[in-house]
């Protein structure tokens, strides 16, 4: 019975693959280069579900990176502002674009320098546990 525990312990803390992170696609993952020293910078992609229901992001990380925060943009009082976002709901059927002035994912104390055509490693989180890792393709600041 003490295996059978330890066995369902050891099961529990592994993270889990599957579930709301394989019914959502992930196209077009792209992160900004930065220059050497710069302190952030920012992932864009598109996700689409293709589940029935509503998938719902609310985190990523990367092994290469300080941290990972889920981001949008405000408008107040005629100054754009960025703001963290906990959850970012992906319709069912449905798709939602993380794009340049809108939703991003910030990148912030990049491990080593990011340079154009290099894949930079995402691990998406998902509301119900679930996890995807994307592979990042690094573009221009100019693209």
Request: glycine letters at 10%; aromatic letters at 4%.
């Amino acid at each position: 019975m003490l295996k059978l525990g330890l066995c369902l312990v050891s099961l529990a803390a592994q993270p889990v693959w599957g579930a709301q992170a394989d019914a959502v696609r992930v196209d077009e993952a792209w992160v900004r280069a930065a220059p050497p020293g710069a302190g952030m910078t920012a992932a864009f992609l598109a996700l689409k579900n293709g589940a029935n229901q509503e998938a719902v992001l609310v985190g990523a990380a990367s092994a290469e990176a300080g941290s990972v925060e889920l981001h949008g943009h405000s408008h107040e009082g005629g100054v754009m502002r960025m703001r963290a976002v906990a959850r970012l709901p992906v319709p069912a059927h449905g798709e939602v674009r993380l794009a340049p002035g809108g939703l991003h994912l910030m990148v912030f104390e990049p491990k080593s320098p990011l340079k154009p055509g290099a894949e930079f490693p995402l691990e998406l989180r998902f509301a119900d546990g679930s996890r995807r890792r994307v592979a990042a393709r690094v573009r221009s600041a100019l693209d």
